[in-house]
């Protein structure tokens, strides 16, 4: 399967800043990565997806100005939460695709982010 | 949209017992159902997953069938030994697109 890396594993910031969270396929192109939510026990929520070189389709109730994703290369997308609120406290995991025709989507460790 | 429902939500199974997890989903167009693993604090892993032209798969002590008449598909997990305890989604999809996710199932392994 793919590997998939992200940065940072673990964030605290005070609530009004902003965050950026990165997501990389460290040994195959991703022409499609998806950014998930998943709280405390519950299940993994899709909130947007990231293709290469265009702009990501957010999932309805998803805000794109407060959650920027720039996936600008095939190796590399990127998750901004802007002007943070503890209510985005969360686990925000990654995932990739690598090709049309293949299925599977791989995962990220996530990201552990706690908005004091 | 696709609506995936997964039971039991909690599975204790005595160490060298099989563990059986459930899922039914909505979307007749669905064709792929993988299944993940996921470990406290850590992203899900892929662990086996199926298209809707096939019935079953299986690798080594895990196992997928599906019916796509009744719209559901199970996990089979045989000799289960304590490294196997985790959290466990399986998830439905068009194509391995949107990944439509079941509520999760704690599976506990008691040595």
């Known amino acids: 399967g793919a590997v998939v890396s992200q940065h940072p594993s673990w964030v605290i910031c005070k609530s009004g800043t902003s965050v950026k969270i990165e997501c990389r396929s460290l040994?195959?192109?991703?022409?499609?990565m998806f950014w998930y939510r998943q709280f405390p026990k519950q299940s993994l929520m899709l909130m947007a997806t990231?293709?290469?070189?265009?702009?990501?389709?957010?999932e309805q109730g998803v805000e794109k100005d407060k959650f920027l994703i720039n996936h600008a290369s095939l190796t590399l997308s990127t998750l901004t939460v802007t002007s943070a609120h503890p209510e985005d406290s969360s686990f925000y995991i990654c995932?990739?695709?690598?090709?049309?025709?293949?299925?599977?989507?791989?995962f990220g460790p996530g990201t552990r982010l706690t908005v004091t | 949209g696709e609506n995936v429902e997964q039971h039991p939500s909690t599975l204790s199974v005595q160490e060298g017992d099989s563990a059986v997890i459930k899922c039914t989903y909505s979307d007749s167009a669905s064709n792929y159902f993988p299944w993940y693993k996921q470990e406290l604090g850590k992203g899900p892993q892929l662990i086996i997953d199926?298209?809707?032209?096939?019935g079953e798969k299986k690798d080594q002590r895990i196992a997928v069938t599906l019916n796509k008449t009744a719209k559901h598909f199970s996990l089979h997990i045989t000799e289960t030994q304590p490294e196997d305890s985790a959290v466990y989604f399986c998830a439905a999809s068009l194509t391995g697109n949107q990944f439509y996710f079941g509520t999760g199932t704690s599976l506990t392994v008691i040595p």
């Open positions: 995932s990739l695709k690598a090709a049309s025709g293949n299925y599977e989507q791989y």
């Open positions: 040994d195959f192109q991703a022409t499609t």
């Open positions: 199926i298209r809707s032209n096939v």
């Open positions: 990231s293709n290469e070189g265009s702009k990501a389709t957010y």
